[in-house]
């Protein structure tokens, strides 16, 4: 079993706070040599995001989604530090503007995926417009399942267009949360990271815990995996996103352009 068979989705899919605890990779007595085994994929990782971009020819798309505090930020941070800038962008959507209302809920998200060569991390996706807008009651029953249609229709266009997807959902419990969210409010360094807006959604966490888990399960396909990835230890997420990140570049027809055979009687002087 590789590890991305190993945490992924499934349509009977259950979303269990207990899970998030769950430690497959992890003893406290290895915890440095997982921190340095991602530094080492990170590496990795970076070396074939290098080949992608010279190769102009493969896309890449790593969607993060989770609860706030479950640490999309800091698997940006982690896991594609090393990558080049050029090849790389981390996209983060916000709550839409009144333009972007004008137009479908997709119009947004179409115009950020990766061109030929990119590797492309959303931080938080399109998954929002159906996660917070059937929490919050804005769409209905019917109109939440023709956009998991339509997502999955986008998503398989992209993929036979050459784009290459991982769904990462970064399971934390609601105890782990609280932990993080008083972290937040104690250390002066991480204050501008504590919103107001993290506790409201907080009061509606069992609500999008079944919406996640009927999000999965619409929307997980072979096209377009969801992994479920426990998240209550930082160090073990990281090293799993890196771990099935490197194993998918690793399995992709990367390699750099060959030379046009003129350029080998050039001397430069």
Do not use: C
């Not at 479950?70 to 790389?88: H, L, M, Y």
């Not at 807006?197 to 096209?223: G, K």
């Amino acid at each position: 079993m590789t590890i991305s068979t190993q945490f992924l989705a499934s349509d009977k899919f259950v979303l269990l706070d207990k899970n998030a605890a769950h430690r497959p990779l992890f003893t406290e007595s290895t915890k440095q040599l997982m921190k340095q085994k991602t530094t080492e994929i990170s590496v990795q990782i970076a070396e074939f995001q290098n080949i992608l971009y010279a190769q102009h020819q493969h896309k890449v798309l790593i969607i993060l989604q989770g609860m706030d505090t479950s640490g999309k930020d800091g698997t940006v941070r982690v896991v594609f530090g090393a990558a080049n800038p050029a090849g790389v962008r981390s996209v983060s959507f916000k709550t839409p503007s009144p333009h972007e209302l004008d137009h479908d809920f997709l119009w947004r998200i179409h115009q950020q995926v990766p061109a030929a060569g990119e590797l492309v991390i959303f931080n938080r996706s399109h998954y929002e417009d159906v996660l917070i807008t059937q929490v919050h009651q804005l769409i209905d029953h019917s109109e939440a399942k023709r956009r998991y249609a339509h997502i999955n229709a986008f998503e398989r266009m992209l993929h036979e267009t050459g784009t290459t997807i991982l769904k990462f959902f970064l399971h934390i419990a609601k105890d782990e949360q609280k932990k993080r969210l008083e972290e937040r409010l104690q250390d002066p360094n991480k204050h501008w990271k504590f919103s107001e807006q993290d506790l409201l959604e907080r009061q509606s966490w069992e609500a999008y815990q079944t919406v996640y888990q009927t999000t999965i399960r619409a929307t997980h396909t072979d096209y377009a995996p969801w992994h479920i990835v426990p998240s209550n230890s930082k160090t073990q997420r990281n090293l799993i996103i890196a771990s099935i990140v490197a194993e998918t570049l690793a399995k992709m027809d990367l390699h750099y352009p060959v030379p046009h055979p003129e350029y080998f009687a050039i001397q430069v002087d």
